[in-house]
């Protein structure tokens, strides 16, 4: 059992990474196991919280792809993917944005509040917080490259990120679901990464955390001596072009490359089944997952 000097030591150790981000903007996208297991998901609400104590401002973009495919098989509609992304018509985009808005985050939200957190539920809709339009799954076959409808689903346009300021300058936690809105009104369900992405880009945020089920990058999965622990944006776009980076993982991915490229500083694949992976992230010299960065520069 760890005594009080060894507890002591893991503040010490915590405190210059407490001042290095104290004021600054982490956006965390919080998804996978960790959503589901009722222990995980309680360690990752106080992370949270206690980021927030430490001076921290919070952003939480959340998903729920499992409670929407479950949702969708009690109606007795399968679920269909098109390069990772759910195939959605206007009945499943309204399934989407029942669970999501109406379920995950509300249940989200009062977590972080019965938790002593100050957190409040947005989605795309509100204040135009998420912007989008019809996006086109790109499908390789025969070397080639075709787009694809896959219905309402969409790709962020804007992010109007002024509530989100307003909410943080007063001690508040948005907690966002991902359904955005087109110019005339249209309902769009959009992946979970890929608003945090944007989110992170908009909010010049100094991390971007995605909560995943998977230790981080692998160049090849099958062999876990090929885990990465640091991906520049190069080498992420060249994995992704050979395939190394695929299926679920490519929005994580490009929701890094995304938010590097509006100017967040730093993006991180994490594993949510590792118990306060958020702190052992922030807070800790050896950190957790893969950071995908920029790279340095040579003079």
Not at 146 to 155: F, L, Q, S
């Amino acid at each position: 059992m760890i005594n009080s000097v060894e507890k002591a030591d893991v503040l010490i150790e915590a405190l210059p990474y407490m001042q290095k981000f104290a004021g600054k903007t982490i956006v965390i996208k919080y998804g996978g196991n960790a959503m589901i297991n009722d222990e995980l998901k309680r360690n990752v609400i106080k992370d949270i919280i206690l980021m927030q104590c430490v001076g921290m401002r919070p952003v939480v973009v959340h998903g729920g792809g499992p409670e929407i495919t479950e949702m969708l098989r009690q109606m007795g509609k399968k679920s269909e993917f098109v390069s990772g992304l759910r195939v959605t018509d206007a009945e499943t985009v309204s399934v989407a944005e029942m669970v999501l808005v109406g379920k995950t985050n509300t249940a989200i939200v009062n977590l972080l509040n019965q938790h002593g957190a100050r957190a409040v539920g947005l989605n795309g809709k509100d204040a135009d917080l998420i912007v989008a339009a019809k996006h086109l799954a790109k499908v390789f076959e025969n070397g080639q490259t075709r787009e694809v409808d896959i219905g309402y689903v969409g790709d962020v346009t804007k992010i109007n990120s002024n509530i989100l300021r307003v909410l943080l300058d007063n001690n508040y936690i948005p907690v966002i679901a991902p359904i955005g809105v087109g110019l005339k009104g249209e309902t769009y369900n959009i992946n979970a990464d890929y608003v945090a992405g944007e989110i992170a880009a908009a909010m010049g945020a100094e991390k971007l955390l995605l909560i995943t089920d998977v230790e981080g990058i692998y160049r090849d999965y099958q062999d876990k001596s090929t885990f990465i622990s640091t991906l520049s944006v190069y080498e992420a776009e060249q994995m992704i072009r050979e395939k190394q980076i695929d299926g679920g993982m490519i929005p994580k991915v490009e929701a890094c490359l995304r938010a590097l490229a509006g100017g967040a500083a730093k993006t991180h694949i994490i594993d949510g089944r590792v118990p306060h992976s958020l702190l052992i992230e922030v807070f800790t010299d050896k950190g957790i997952g893969t950071e995908v960065v920029r790279p340095m520069r040579r003079d």
